[in-house]
């Protein structure tokens, strides 16, 4: 059997692989295809596609971006995007700046609790254009603020508490648009994870192409539901681990396997796009 996963991060977002160690573990393991789903960038995909085909494994550009539809959060994930594409790098520029805003708003709620966190060594443990909470948790424990990540989450960064900072979010609507006009198919990431079911229908009216069924924080339960969903509204499945390397605890590379016939329908997909794209083109 071919397997591959779908959803991965590294340290151009808050994982902490760089894109050849995440390959050479892909590799290791048996993987058929893998794709990067770095938060609000594609930057580490020229590096993990060329580590890719040295270790003669396939590899499927993408990006991961944050955006909402009626007050619900929802990530949507992109696939076989042009990772050249104009509109696209200058709309993710644009949420890379709303990261990097947002980490010296947290930094400064944090301060405002007598914590004595700097803002620059946020940024410099992160090292990156998407920083998020993560790396402002990891620059608290390094700091010896608190004790590990989970307390940074739970007493700061979580939702609801004093150092939690919104990020301004384009539409779900927009979200799709934007993928769609870089060539690439919208994916809505771990719905049961973020509870969207709810605007499944509105997304697939907008164009959504597929939905994460498998996901770490799925249960067979729940990718059972999501499945039975895909094939209700013809849209592509996808699955991966969401692994970030060395976050909380061991990576989770490996822990979610997609079958590879449902690669085989992501190319399918995006074939079929194509030439709806340039028919209408020529008209
Ligand atoms: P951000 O994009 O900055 O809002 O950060 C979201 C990321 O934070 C997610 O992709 C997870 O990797 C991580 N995350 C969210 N909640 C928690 C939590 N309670 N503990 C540890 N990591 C978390
Ligand atoms: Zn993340
Ligand atoms: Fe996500
Ligand atoms: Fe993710």
Not at 100 to 106: C, D, G, L, V, Y
Not at 151 to 176: D, H, I, Q, Y
Not at 214 to 241: C, N, P, Q
């Amino acid at each position: 059997m071919k397997f591959a996963d779908l959803h991965l991060h590294t340290l151009f977002s808050d994982g902490t692989f760089t894109p050849e160690e995440l390959v050479e573990r892909a590799s290791k393991l048996g993987f058929a295809a893998i794709a990067l789903t770095d938060h609000d960038t594609v930057e580490g995909c020229e590096r993990a596609a060329a580590a890719c085909a040295a270790a003669r494994m396939e590899f499927i550009p993408g990006t991961e971006l944050t955006a909402e539809h009626e007050d619900t959060e929802v990530h949507i994930l992109a696939y076989l995007v042009d990772t050249q594409n104009k509109v696209l790098l200058k709309r993710i520029a644009e949420f890379q700046s709303v990261r990097q805003n947002r980490i010296r708003e947290m930094v400064a709620a944090i301060n405002k609790l007598g914590v004595p966190l700097k803002a620059d060594d946020v940024f410099a443990l992160a090292n990156c254009k998407s920083p998020g909470r993560p790396h402002v948790a990891r620059a608290m424990v390094k700091a010896g603020l608190v004790a590990n990540l989970d307390e940074a989450f739970e007493r700061f960064l979580k939702k609801g508490r004093p150092a939690w900072v919104p990020k301004t979010k384009m539409s779900a609507l927009e979200g799709v648009e934007l993928i769609h006009q870089a060539g690439g198919l919208a994916v809505m990431a771990h719905p049961g994870l973020n509870r969207t079911d709810d605007i499944i229908p509105d997304l697939v009216d907008a164009g959504l192409d597929g939905i994460e069924c498998f996901h770490t924080k799925h249960s067979t339960v729940m990718s059972e539901r999501y499945l039975e969903i895909a094939d209700e509204y013809h849209l592509v499945v996808t699955g991966g681990s969401d692994c970030h390397g060395f976050s909380k605890k061991a990576p989770l590379i490996g822990t979610v396997k997609l079958p590879y016939e449902h690669v085989e329908r992501l190319y399918a997909a995006k074939k079929s796009a194509d030439e709806k794209r340039r028919a209408t083109a020529v008209k």
